[in-house]
């Protein structure tokens, strides 16, 4: 997702892409800290929790929000691999600087195999332990689709709501007064909203699908490959979690599912004891390259903002060996902190909004910059009038973008009025109640008109090697979809995402602003044009 840091700085300016690399971090940070969360959660699990009961016992956090007890483990799970990933740069430099050294001397003509073999095997490691990983990877993941179809029971989508309650009573132990939220059982206990809910949650299991987009330079036949490339990579990520889904809650009740370690207790509850912990290993190996794959390209949003001077200069310190240690430990150092504080869950939600909100600023970059003039500087912008509006130039100029770019914002209102009043008004809209109906209507027939109007705008003649289809169509859908699932997260998620925007807006305003690469190169083109009208005019004078 750092290319969508670099499409907003180029696209809408060094305001919003701190925007949009702010939430990068958050993203980047959240996944880190929950993978490890997960992680430990499923080691865990293979020792009978005993990490589990003895932190609980002995450092204990009840607090609304923050974790039942400082995960140490996960911790410095994160930090010995922020260090490793500093310390697989240095591999690859001491094997080059070695090789130098002791190519052609005799004398090491024996020992400079083995030592080099040694150093080589740092740089060889990560690609045979992810190719072994991902093997193990899909062959658990057919094993528990398999098994969750062969022992899996129908009835566990078809559960009744007084099976659930007496169920959670009996197992849970609760009091007469008190009562756990499970839904109303059957195939959707928790209704539409609770499905689109859990949709927003797991937004981040489909997070880097961008990457194949950054690589348009890279590929033979970009406007055919990229497109491929992202339908089937996505639909691989549906396969997967549809078939793991589908195979967990045919194995076992819903109710009665584990959230830190699901699938070595379902085989546990159907009594393939054996199975649970190849099927925890599995887990193992697929946690382990995801935050492995999260936490490389995090330090490099950090570096890329630093480096802009964005965020604080030795940020973007670079060692001699082209790596950017102090972003990746300091990173690594912050993720260590949340998953010492904060809960699973809410972790989840966090990820969510800031993958969300920053596909979305990537869908609104989109549109302003598909209508973009391409005229360069303009000396006087065209006075506005509704007629050009409706009936535009053939060509792209800086009044037509200029349009756009006040008919996106306007989009992006309706987008939030709408979803809100979907999401809250649900049930009035269900029952057909005139205010709530009228009210869609109207907001629906304004958004089809604005998406009509950008249609008849001019579109620039700048082309690449690929470009989304079908727009404004498709990005005023993204947004809409997004803006949607965002809608559905609760509103504590909302007030700790406004703590860390905050934080970012004084980072920014209080830094950023000041050290900004972009407005030191202005200052400089502005001097260098001044020192040249001023010559100018002392040569004129002098004639």
């Known amino acids: 997702m750092g290319s969508a840091y670099l499409y907003s700085y180029v696209t ?43 932190l609980g016992e002995h450092t204990p956090m009840d607090s609304p929000g923050l974790a039942e007890y400082p995960d140490f483990f996960a911790a410095a799970l994160i930090m010995l691999l922020a260090g490793d990933i500093c310390n697989f740069d240095m591999k690859y430099y001491l094997y080059h600087r070695w090789k130098n050294i002791l190519k052609g001397k005799v004398h090491l003509f024996i020992s400079f195999p083995l030592f080099s073999g040694v150093l080589a095997y740092g740089l060889k490691e990560s690609a045979i332990v992810n190719t072994v990983f991902t093997a193990v990877n899909v062959t658990v993941l057919i094993f528990i689709i398999t098994s969750g179809f062969i022992k899996g029971d129908l009835k566990n989508w078809h559960i009744s709501k007084k099976t659930v309650l007496n169920a959670t009573w009996e197992i849970m132990k609760l009091e007469p007064n008190e009562t756990v939220d499970f839904g109303v059982g059957g195939f959707f206990p928790f209704g539409f909203d609770g499905t689109l809910a859990g949709a927003a949650t797991c937004f981040y299991a489909f997070f880097g699908f961008d990457c194949i987009v950054a690589t348009g330079e890279e590929v033979q036949n970009p406007q055919k490959a990229i497109p491929l490339g992202i339908v ?18 045919l194995m076992m009740p819903y109710y009665l599912l584990d959230a830190h370690s699901p699938l070595p207790v379902a085989f546990e509850y159907i009594g393939w004891e054996p199975a649970k912990y190849a099927v925890a290993v599995g887990s193992l190996c ?44 300091s990173s690594g150092a912050v993720a ?42 303009v000396l006087r912008l065209e006075p506005f009038s509704i007629r050009d509006v409706l009936r535009p130039p053939f060509r792209a100029t800086h009044r037509t973008s200029k349009n756009v770019t006040i008919l996106t914002i306007i989009i992006l209102f309706l987008v939030i009025v709408l979803t809100v009043l979907l999401s809250e008004a649900l049930y009035s809209l269900s029952r057909r109640e005139l205010w709530s109906v009228l009210l869609v209507s109207v907001l629906v027939l304004t958004l089809v008109l604005a998406v009509v109007i950008i249609w008849r705008q001019p579109q620039s003649r700048t082309k690449a090697s690929f470009m989304v289809p079908c727009v404004p169509v498709i990005p005023v859908l993204s947004v809409f979809i997004n803006t949607y699932l965002m809608v559905q997260l609760e509103g504590g998620t909302w007030v700790s995402y406004a703590v860390w925007m905050a934080i970012g807006l004084i980072v920014y305003f209080g830094y950023g602003v000041r050290h900004s690469v972009q407005k030191q190169r202005l200052q400089e083109a502005h001097d260098q044009l001044s020192s040249n009208n001023i010559s100018s005019n002392v040569v004129d004078c002098a004639a």
């Open 232 to 249: 089937v990579s996505l639909l691989i990520c549906f396969v997967a979690f549809f078939g793991v889904s589908a195979s967990l809650t």
């Open 12 to 54: 809408i300016g060094e305001v919003w892409a701190f925007v949009t690399g702010w939430n990068l971090l958050l993203s980047y940070l959240i996944e880190t800290s929950s993978i490890a969360k997960a992680w430990t959660g499923a080691f865990d699990d293979l020792i009978h929790n005993v990490m589990a009961k003895h």
């Open 286 to 329: 697929a946690l382990s390259t995801s935050l492995l794959g999260v936490m490389l390209p995090m330090p490099r949003v950090l570096y890329a903002m630093a480096r802009d001077g964005l965020l604080f200069k030795p940020l973007s310190y670079m060692s001699s060996r082209q790596s950017p240690v102090l972003a990746t430990l």
């Open 336 to 377: 260590a902190f949340m998953v010492l504080l904060f809960d699973l869950k809410a972790l989840v939600d966090m990820s969510s909004i800031g993958t969300i909100f920053a596909y979305t600023l990537v869908a609104v970059c989109l549109l302003i910059l598909r209508y973009k003039d391409n005229a360069g500087f």
